[in-house]
């Protein structure tokens, strides 16, 4: 079933969405709703043209679409999958880790290197509704920068909700970079127990990286402080 949202904060039950984790569309990307969204595992996620989505309002712009997956693939912190190669490039040091130093920055490479895709996601709508999330310190970044050049050449983006941290999107210039991004977040969420980063779906990179699938019931354990 897919609910249509109206201006009320609020959101039905994703446990009666669509197999895919889809269950609403409609409503806005305020903060409040934002924040409400993930602090339930839910996230939005649609494409921003018009003519590559399924649902389209009476003006013609593409409707926000509402996910919750029953099946969360996750990496928990302590069990990071650092290989070898990982630990010779972060041993090299060649690249230096920030966090929140250019929150604008990360976002906007991950928006423009794939804002061209036929079902890109990352328009300036959502942009500028994760910039101000940052701007209410719930929407985090991680920065990897050359240490010769001083450039920025990866990093990843999320949504900090109670013990989880909600990654939305990463990006490398050099090869790796978003890895060294992410094993560094994990390792300084070590230090914080009973924490996880959610990853959304599978994929086969964040696989190798020693992610893995869980339940809903426990996904919403570990982000409400349970073991």
């Known amino acids: 079933m897919i609910y249509l949202l109206n201006q009320e904060i609020a959101f039905p039950n994703p446990e009666e969405g669509e197999p895919d984790g889809l269950f609403a ?13 993930y602090q339930h595992g839910i996230f939005p996620w649609f494409a921003f043209k018009p003519e590559h989505t399924r649902f389209v309002d009476n003006q013609g712009k593409a409707m926000i679409t509402w996910y919750c997956p029953m099946e969360r693939f ?4 302590n069990k990071i999958h650092i290989s070898h190669s990982m630990r010779q490039l972060i041993n090299s040091k060649k690249y230096s880790v920030t966090f929140n130093k250019d929150f604008n920055g990360v976002i906007e490479h991950c928006s423009d290197l794939r804002i061209h895709h036929e079902y890109a996601w990352l328009g300036p709508e959502m942009v500028e509704a994760y910039k101000k999330l940052h701007t209410l310190h719930y929407a985090h970044s991680v920065e990897v920068w050359d240490n010769a050049t001083g450039a920025l050449v990866g990093g990843l983006y999320g949504v900090a909700a109670n013990s989880c941290f909600c990654g939305e999107s990463m990006f490398s210039l050099v090869p790796s970079a978003s890895k060294l991004a992410l094993i560094t977040l994990a390792q300084i969420l070590q230090n914080t127990p009973g924490t996880l980063i959610d990853c959304q779906f599978h994929t086969p990179h964040l696989e190798s990286m020693g992610g893995e699938m869980i339940g809903y019931e426990e996904y919403m354990g570990v982000m409400q402080g349970g073991d």
């Open 25 to 37: 569309v409609g409503g806005d990307l305020s903060p409040d709703r934002l924040v409400l969204a």
């Open 74 to 77: 996750v990496i928990f912190p």
